[in-house]
T-cell receptor, first 113, second 113 residues
């Protein structure tokens, strides 16, 4: 049973560029949440996708956007990258009926220079 | 607003000694409570969860946690730590119907040989 997978593992971008991160949920899960984890901090909720729609959003600017595909996989897009966007980006999957019980992928380490 | 406090930034414990990591939350009703562990450069692994019922919950890797409503606490315990337990531990709370987990800042566990 495959767990949550994320790609790429690491990414280096320049300020002002755009980036797309990808996530495949755990088999059987239909809900995907994205989190940003800055160094030395706990994760911060970005948004959650269910039935291909953004269901809930945290306190992040519109530069952060996402998408969920019919196979439940998801993308996180960040435009106009800032140095402060450097972080570990975590994807978590869950079932719609058990949304708080989330299973996490290994994350994508984004470095903005 | 909901919040989670982990008062200890790091804790050092000798191998074989007992462990208790503290977590306090702020929420008007009983939330869903979680403990996750994160090894360096890795994603988050769910250790245990509390939704309702018995206030002492058992998790993986020999961990347990106790929910105390009167103290708004959900402390994580292990009777005897192993060197492989060295990692960062996060307490998280899910509350209401906003679908997001609220996280503490984490406690880094250091094991002395």
């Amino acid at each position: 049973d495959a767990g949550v997978t994320q790609s790429p593992t690491h990414l280096i971008k320049t300020r002002g560029q755009q980036v797309t991160l990808r996530c495949s949920p755990k088999s059987g899960h239909d809900t995907v949440s994205w989190y940003q984890q800055a160094l030395g901090q706990g994760p911060q909720f970005i948004f959650q996708y269910y039935e291909e729609e953004e269901r809930q959003r945290g306190n992040f600017p519109d530069r952060f956007s996402g998408h969920q595909f019919p196979n439940y996989s998801s993308e996180l897009n960040v435009n106009a990258l800032l140095l402060g966007d450097s972080a570990l980006y975590l994807c978590a999957s869950s079932l719609a009926g058990a949304t708080y019980e989330q299973y996490f992928g290994p994350g994508t380490r984004l470095t903005v220079t | 607003a909901q919040s989670v406090t982990q008062p200890d930034i790091h804790i050092t414990v000798s191998e074989g000694a007992s462990l208790e990591l503290r977590c306090n939350y702020s929420y008007g009703a009983t939330p869903y409570l979680f403990w996750y562990v994160q090894s360096p450069g890795q994603g988050l692994q769910l250790l245990l969860k509390y939704f309702s019922g018995d206030t002492l919950v058992q998790g993986i890797k020999g961990f347990e946690a106790e929910f105390k409503r009167s103290q708004s606490s959900f402390n994580l315990r292990k009777p005897s730590v192993h060197w492989s337990d060295a990692a960062e531990y996060f307490c998280a709370v899910g509350a209401g119907s906003n679908y997001q987990l609220i996280w503490g800042a984490g406690t880094k566990l250091i094991i002395k040989p």
